[in-house]
């Protein structure tokens, strides 16, 4: 018995001290974070985007349905900041609240169908197999699947609403990280120094954990960013045809496509919807970058 | 190698009824009766609901619904579009040309811009090359493509009336929808392109080949961009998949008689044959890239080992 | 006689004979001569009497006439802008505006001073400076001081043949099968493909004989005989008799048949009761009985009891005439390759992006002036206006989005004409709920501000309606009370209903049409406490659950397919029609079947207005709205492109100028 507890304690210190160091490797990576510049404006465009989203009723000047015809398509003036719409409405509050939708759709189906293609990727390229068989012919016939018409029929499916939006959202688009992520994993198994992790008896899991995963992250970061814009046109076109939200909701992509008939008399009206996804995905994109950079030194271990 | 390819054409057939199944299941769980869609403001009327259904065979059981689909697709008849009274072959068929040939503009038009963007981009990172480059992509990858044409038709095609301003009637009227297509093409690829060189130039066998003093040039060539381009690859054949379909607005806006659109507004009628039929074939397509795709990762990386 | 005398003889007479058979002077054909007398009603257009309700004045010693009666005279596009105090003639792409009271006037944007300024008399009528009027349109005037007759002669530009017209649709075809849908983009192609038994004019509903060249009613009104004319043939070549015509409205009642569930049985041959018709749709006969060939060129149709616009329902470009052989030869491909003997036939079609209809050289009443027209499938607004800007296009309807800037720029070429069509909110007053209570409905017609709604979104192209008929319509009640926009008086309704904080109902729409009206109205109803829901649906869906009854309310319209006001009755409001809102009432059918039996429009009129005032005023089961206004931007050589009151417009008659 006092071996057992003793062997206990060693497992016991050593875990603490993995621990600590991975504690202490988070802060060393936000301290590395911080210095970056370009990751930290991102950073901060995107607390203020969540913030926005957040506090939408106590920033936005005006309601996003009120209407006033007699007001419709002024050009932004210092009484509305980003112009009016043909029904007069105010873009600024209009794009205050569509930061909801926006921001959550960009949030919640991107991460969670990149997880999902990151994991099945992962398992389909390290183990190969019939799991990298069964696996990538799934995302095959995800692929036959034009990711819209997918969506629409899911939406179709469970019937239309916010929630189903989100759902389509997550589901359609995982095949490719998928694939992207094998891809990466092929080539890196192939590496020596999996072979000797390998050799040492490391898990699977936590190979693909600790030496894949993080070697992949270059790409992980660069489709999470490019997905975003995707994903929030996908719900414009869905809100078009009447799948995404219901008028008069307000969506950065409901917005543009209002905007698009109005686009030689009202540019405005597409111009800062647009603008304001290229923000995000701006932010994203340096956010990312700035990551990447700061995990670089762990990469190597 | 070739036997991995043999396999790889078979497990295609599985595929592909993989594909027939889901997409039957899927359009016969959307709640949605093709028989009332079609009868529009007279899908009230019970008796001609009924007639209607019995008329396009969807009364009888889904397992012999499903059967005698699969037993076309086999004998290469997909069926008749319920909207347009012919067969959905022949509609895609006639429909494939101007989607091929807005494809491959595209996708030209993408990798040209593209790839050299993400490569100069890389190899001048910080430079005002990379800025300007980078700025570029954002936009291409935020700007809707409605936007993008209209701004192109208004200047090339009304302004300085080099072009029409729509429609499909000869190579030139491929140019501006090719461009608008493959701009935002590009912007992806470059952006992947990129961050993808910087990846593997900070690689150590990129070190030990300067190291053994090979020049710059081969450096760059041979060892970075094999690496690098795998995941620009496996983005080009993904993407491709969105642009057969994606290209259903870029269709709309320049009046291109196209693929991506047909399959849509078949969504939406509930077609159910086009949609099927529209479905597999794209799925026969996307299939062949991708195996084209791995086949390419395995030149491009020799360590690659298919099991 | 000698041989040179017969000879010159010879000559002579061919010379003579040559002359007469030289092609007459196309100009001459083509004068118009209008002439009036000071102060008389009296007036002859090219010998033909004619009537004026303001006949010519002297003011100042200028001369005066009224300027509609010119203008229509004249065959020129004819416009009063109450607004700007404008009125205008498009001539052979010239653009004449002049201002009331003013002395200056515009002849295509340059501005011309008047000797006097144009005035409105008594009659409710403009009368403009003949010296000026007849100037700017390039006719002369003559005066006889004696009678006090004033003469303007204007000589009517040649009619130029060849060229192509390009046009446009917002959507593509399924296919060329008349019977195969009620939409006007199909109605659009048959017109141009197809004749029919009888036709509408271009610019009205006034029947023109096509295929049948006369008609004759019996005693009792049942059975019409129509003779046929025996010069019609089909673009493949084959005869057309009435054999063909006989299998087209067989067709239609054909169970198997596309008119069966297309709505073109149940909307418009269904209330006409030809004898027979029911049994063959009810799987009982295969021939209609009560449609009989007596000979080759000449058909009789036997009804069950008289139907007033039987002839004008012939005239719906539904009903062009099929070639037996062809449809029964082609079956399901006729869908796509049409045959018809219209004044064009299809030479190209490529789905999604363009049709392209030829002229039928050998058509019966003289091969259409245009070579062709080619029409472009552009869904996108951008792109139509774009297309026109830089010429692809020959005319241009003006999006809503782009409608003021557009036509301010093309000012001199704008066309409008008034829509025989009808909008209105639909009330569903089947389903359980608030709606059932008629105060809730009054109060939502109050509480819609329909000028605004009109002005601002609509951009002015439409007229308040009063009730259902528009105005043009036989039976169209002018003196019906209308409707105020009374917020004040809404609220107090639903107060008094029992509904102060309001409630919520379900409101369908489509993406893409007609939006921005659907938004203005359930803005509307929020200032009395109505949550509109909105249920943005694709097409499919949108008209399957109006069919079924399933939504509250609905914005939609209705355009006339023949003047007759059965037309906006029994496809309406009679029991199995379109739209389970539970409006239907035995009493209304009832009134409905009566009227149409009579054949006498003056003793029906009254029928119907009664009708009218017991659906809108009395029982609130629609709210009309407004009645609507085409407009179309037109290439100034552009000529005879008339918008018809129903949408469709005619190729026939069009020509482009030099």
Known sequence: ?????????????????????????????????????????GLVIIIVLILTAVFASVIAPYSYRDQNLDNALLSPSRDHLFGTDQFGRDLFSRIIYGSRISIAVAFLPVIVSVGIGVLLGAISGYFGGWRDLLIMRLADIMFAFPSLLFAIAIIFAIGRGILSLFIALALVDWAGDARLIRGQVLSIRSKEYIEAARAIGMSDRRIIMRHILPNCLAPIIVTVSMSIPGVILTEAALSFIGLGVQPPTPSWGAILNDGQRFIGNAPWMAFFPGAAIFLTVLAYNFLGDGLRDAMDPFLKN | MRNYVIRRLLLLILVLWGVTLVTFVLMHVVP???????????????????????????????????????????????????????????????????????????????????????????????SIWDTFSMIFAFIGVSMPVFWLAMLLQLLFAVKLGWFHVSGFEGLRDLVLPSVTLGLIYSASIARMTRSSILEVIRMDYVRTA??????????????????????????????????????????????????????????????????????????????????????????LDPTIRYD | MEAKRVISLVLTIALVLGIWAAPVNVAADQDAIISMTIGSTKAYVNLVPKTLDQPPVIINGRTMVPFRFIGESLDA??????????????????????????????????????DAAPVILKTGRTVVPVRFISEAVGATVGWNPTTHTVTITFKKEAVVIGGILHDYNGGDLDGFD??????????????????????????????????????????????????????????????????????????????????????????????????????????????????????????????????????????????????????????????????????????EWQRGSHILYAANLKYFKGRPALDGVHIDIVEDENTQVLKFKKGELDVLYPPLAQYDELVKTYATNVYKTADMSYYRIDFNIKRKGPLQDISVRQAIGYAINREQILAKILKGQGYLAKGIFPPGLPAYNAS?????????????????????????????????????????????????????????????????????????IAYRNWWADFADPDNFMAPLFHTGTDSNMGWAKPEYDAIIEKAAKMTRISERIPLYQDLERKLIYQDVVQFPLWNTITTVISNPKVRNYYLHPSGVVAYYPVYLAH
């Open chain 2, 210 to 299: 300067r190291a053994k003093g090979a020049p710059e040039r081969i450096v760059i060539f041979r060892h970075v961009f094999r690496n690098a381009l795998i995941p620009v690859v496996t983005l080009i054949g993904m993407q491709f998949g969105g642009l057969l379909t994606g290209a259903a607005l870029t269709e709309t806006v320049f009046q291109i008689p196209g693929v991506g659109k047909l399959l849509i507004n078949s969504t939406l009628d509930l077609d159910y044959p086009m949609i099927q039929g529209g479905v597999i074939f794209v799925a026969i397509i996307f299939v062949l890239i991708n195996l084209f795709v791995d086949i390419l990762y395995a030149y």
């Open chain 3, 178 to 347: 008349p019977q195969s849908n009620t939409n006007l983009l199909l109605f659009n192609a048959c017109r141009q493909i197809y004749s029919n038994v009888v036709t509408v004019g271009y610019k009205d509903f006034t029947i023109m004989p096509d295929v049948a060249k006369s008609w004759d009613t019996s005693s009792d009104g049942k059975t019409i005989t129509f003779h046929l004319r025996n010069d019609i043939y089909f673009s493949d070549g084959t005869k057309l008799t009435a054999n063909d015509v006989k299998f087209t409205f067989e067709r239609c009642f054909d169970p198997n048949g596309p008119a069966y569930t297309s709505g073109v049985l149940d909307y418009y041959l269904t209330p006409v009761k030809i004898v027979g018709g029911q049994a063959k749709a009810d799987g009982k006969a295969s021939t209609v009985s009560g449609i009989k060939v007596l000979d080759d060129y000449t058909i009789s149709f036997t009804l069950e009891q008289p139907y007033a616009p039987f002839i004008q329902v012939l005239a719906i470009p539904a009903f062009g005439i099929l070639s037996e052989k062809a449809v029964t030869k082609m079956g399901d491909t006729y869908f796509a390759h049409p045959v018809g003997s219209g004044p064009f036939y299809v030479k």
């Open chain 2, 32 to 126: 949605g009766d093709p028989a009332k869609v079609l009868l529009g403001k007279l899908s009230g009327n019970e008796a001609l609901v009924t007639k209607l259904q019995h008329q396009l065979g969807l009364d009888k059981p889904l397992v012999v619904q499903y059967f005698e689909f699969v037993k076309g697709v086999l004998r290469g008849n997909l069926g008749n579009s319920y909207k347009f009274k012919a067969s959905v072959m022949s509609l895609i068929l006639e429909r494939m040309p101007a989607t091929i040939k807005l494809t491959f503009g595209a996708l030209i038009i993408g990798l040209l811009v593209g790839l050299s963007s993400g490569i100069i981009s890389a190899v001048r990172r910080y």
């Open chain 3, 480 to 552: 019906l009370p209308g409707f105020s926009y009374d917020l004040a008086k809404a609220k107090q309704l639903m107060k008094d209903a029992g509904y102060p904080n309001g409630f919520s109902l379900e409101m369908v729409m489509r993406s893409g049409r007609m939006e921005d009206e659907h938004l203005a109205l359930q803005e509307a109803l929020k200032q009395i406490g109505i949550t509109v829901n909105l249920k943005k649906l694709d097409s499919a869906t949108y008209w399957q659950l109006l069919g079924a009854g399933e939504t509250d």
């Open chain 1, 1 to 41: 018995m006092a071996t057992v507890q003793g062997k206990d304690k060693e497992l016991l210190a050593a875990e603490s001290e993995v621990e600590a160091r991975q504690t202490s490797m988070i802060a060393d990576i936000w301290h590395r974070l911080k210095k970056h510049r370009l990751a930290m404006a």
């Open chain 3, 77 to 114: 596009f004819v416009d009063y802008n109450p607004t700007d105090k404008t009125v205008s003639y498009v001539l052979e792409g010239n653009n004449i505006t002049l201002k009331i009271g003013s002395t200056t006037a515009t002849v295509n944007g340059v501005s011309k001073t008047l």
